[in-house]
């Protein structure tokens, strides 16, 4: 699904769009922006634009501790857009109830070339108190992401929106800048709320609207895409359509934003986004995130039992390694005359005296624990003798 939007509610993009900064010389050459807010305020950004300084906030899990915790570093982004937000041309903030579009915002240099081939990537959250009241009518609409220009006349070709999809709050990739009844939903998918999402994009800068022209490729959450509408490549991992407008008069810029369309006043909370790790490079390892290290697997520990507590020669003994953690194999040395694998293992020991068993447990990531006991085996009594009391003694782990 899509929903309309006339060119000048959809200029509202810069009251809550993120502008990016280019890289500088030294970074590496393929690298063209970084926004990742790690100077921990919005210095990378060339355009900042809101009615309130508070509206885009670079903050860190130290400063503000009940915001969600940055995913790409140490600092993040806090964007916002309020009613009174009101954008009414590029650079230009009205900051009053008029009607037209609401924007809080952030965007990069002229970094977006015709006819080039960019990586964009870039992490957003939704907070579960997400309520902006989209509904696809023509005044109620949401843009978390998009690449524009000048002369910023009507809506741009492409943006990453929020919106109803069959019910449900769903991200959605809208071709939108195409002239009327060509609107056209690409991709969606649910939100799920109060989590981080990535996305990364593989874009062809092109006022060229055929196959030959602009196109996307999608990874969400390190998941390539489908496209699900429009002109697509016939395994619908591309979707065609350009990506600069007609009459673009200069590069255009990589925007995340909080930016949305009301005519009236109804808003009673302010819509509210995160960001993190905004990208733009001519590789994919420009635009994601490199990949994090494994966690360290637990490391494992070795712990057994047997019964009978005082076996006797010649009778089977069960051992039980079932409260040893983290274990995926079990290897069993009984006094040296055998080995036994497996969790639970019986064995019988012929004659009495004291046995050393020792179990060593392999975790999954192919660290051991061992653990060593003694067992003392009785001969059986005589007639004459009391039943045996054998102990257990000089247990050693490693």
Known sequence: MSFPRSSTLRRALALGALALVAVPASAQASAIFNGD???????????????????NTAYSAAT???????????FANRTQAAYTDHWTGPGNQACDTSS????????????????????????????TNFNAGIDGSPDRWFVMQEDFGAPFSGPPPYSFDIGNVNGVQSFMLDKVGCGGGCQTTAWSKPIAKGAWHHFVVQKRISADDTTAGGSHKLWFDNVQQTFTAGTR???????????????????????????????????????????????????RADADLPASA?????????AFTWTPAYPLAGSVVQFDASTSKNAASYSWS????????????????????TKKVTLTVTAA??????????????????????????????????
């Open 37 to 55: 807010f790690e100077p921990g305020n919005m210095s990378q950004w060339a355009v900042v634009q809101n009615c309130a300084t508070t509206r």
């Open 64 to 74: 503000q501790p009940t915001w969600p915790a940055p995913v790409s570093g140490t």
């Open 100 to 127: 037209g579009s609401r924007r809080a915002q952030q965007g990069s240099t002229n970094i977006l070339a015709p006819n080039t081939t960019v990586w964009e990537g870039f992490w957003t959250y939704v907070p």
């Open 233 to 283: 490549s016939a395994d619908y991992l591309t979707a065609y359509g350009r990506t600069l407008a007609t009459n673009a008069s200069e590069n255009y810029r990589f925007y995340l934003n909080t930016y949305f369309g009301k005519s009236v006043p109804t808003i009673s909370a302010i819509p509210t986004l995160y960001f993190d790790g905004a990208r733009v490079g001519t590789t």
């Open 294 to 302: 494994p966690a360290p697997a637990p490391a494992p520990q070795a």
């Open 334 to 353: 009984m006094d040296g005359l055998t080995t036994l694998t497996g969790v639970k293992p019986t064995f019988t020991f012929k004659n009495a005296g």
């Open 365 to 398: 990531g192919g660290a051991t624990s061992s653990i060593s006991r003694d067992v003392v085996v009785s001969q059986w009594p005589t007639s004459n003798d009391p039943l045996p009391n054998s102990v257990r003694q000089n247990d050693t782990t490693s």
